[in-house]
């Protein structure tokens, strides 16, 4: 049996044949449901998307703090405690100023996760 002879005994579709053709209408509409999709897909993808703020953004937003929350706010970000704020942190020296925690913390590499 040839494709031509498989095709000839099948039955005849059911719709009629002018809703088996693509109208203006429905290229418009498929269209349109593309664009929804893709708004919703780059919706669902922008937190994976967002960058994260630079490390010395993020230290300069802890300015406002007491030297000793500062440290601890700078530990949180590097994930570890500097050596050098140590004495900071715990109040167990003279607490350094603001310059001096900013840039022991951004000479320090963060921990690795």
């Known amino acids: 049996m040839t494709q031509a002879e498989l095709i000839a005994t099948l039955s005849q579709g059911r719709l009629p044949p002018s809703l088996m053709q693509l109208h203006a209408g429905d290229v418009v509409a498929l269209f349109g449901a593309g664009l929804i999709l893709a708004a919703l897909l780059c919706w669902l993808a922008t ?11 993020l230290i300069r ?3 406002g703090l007491p030297p000793e929350e500062r440290a601890l ?5 590097l994930g570890h405690l500097p050596e050098e704020l140590r004495a900071t ?4 020296g003279q607490p350094l100023d603001a310059e001096a925690i900013e840039r022991i913390a951004l000479k320090t590499r963060p921990a690795r996760r």
């Open 47 to 57: 937190p994976f998307l967002h960058r994260r703020p630079a490390r010395r953004t």
């Open 89 to 92: 942190a715990y109040g167990g």
């Open 73 to 77: 706010a700078v530990a949180r970000l």
């Open 61 to 63: 937003a802890t300015r």
